[in-house]
């Protein structure tokens, strides 16, 4: 009945949240302002337009949001091409999935580039399909992103498994109609039908993802 599975990337694939948050502060020093990981909280799961965006509007800064934009891409990009720590439990349920010849796809509201940074470490070949940001019209909280992949690899939404970290994730996997293990990092996110809550991919194994979608 499971017809495939999408990761999502930060936070959950990889524990990306803390560089987003280094970059995040050094960019916003940068626009002459503060930020906290409570100005972060705001943005978990969000496009970098979001981000961009609502880093002006706090610093009050008068830069181009492309400049600022730039900043965020090549401090992102240059700190994960020193290294990515992968989350508990993400590669090995990945491998599990593979084993089974289950098709898996990465779906991040990251861009390409920053999604190139970390696969390079993490193997661009464990997946069957990726999407970007640059790859659809509308990030999360849209169901774009998850419809795109799903139809890229010619399966149902309805038989398919999400994973995800911000509520904003889990906002396009259901409006997408998928079943979600949500595995919450900075926000927290409530149990829900055709939802499992987690507190790490350890706790989870392929046939808890089965189950999910036979449910």
Not at 32 to 59: C, D, I, K, N
């Amino acid at each position: 009945m499971m017809e495939a599975v999408f990761y999502d990337m930060d936070g959950l694939l990889v524990d990306s949240e803390k560089v987003w948050l280094e970059i995040e502060t050094g960019v916003m020093a940068r626009l002459g302002g503060v930020w906290t990981p409570e100005h972060q909280t705001h943005l978990v799961g969000g496009s970098m337009e979001r981000t961009v965006g609502y880093m002006l509007a706090v610093s009050g800064a008068d830069v181009a949001p492309e400049a600022v934009r730039e900043w965020m891409i090549d401090g992102m990009v240059a700190r994960l091409t020193e290294g990515v720590h992968v989350m508990p439990g993400a590669v090995e349920l990945l491998d599990a999935l593979r084993a089974e010849g289950v098709p898996v796809g990465l779906v991040t509201s990251s861009l390409k580039e920053i999604a190139d940074a970390v696969l390079k470490w993490v193997g661009r070949d464990r997946f069957d399909v990726i999407i970007t940001a640059d790859d659809v019209t509308h990030t999360k909280p849209d169901p774009e992103p998850y419809l795109t992949a799903a139809s890229v690899l010619g399966v149902e939404p309805v038989r398919c498994v999400v994973l995800e970290d911000s509520p904003n994730g889990v906002a396009a996997a259901t409006a997408a109609g998928c079943a979600v293990v949500a595995v919450p990092s900075l926000l927290p996110i409530e149990p829900a039908p055709g939802r499992l809550v987690v507190s790490s991919l350890t706790e989870v194994g392929v046939p808890d993802l089965r189950a999910l979608v036979t449910a």
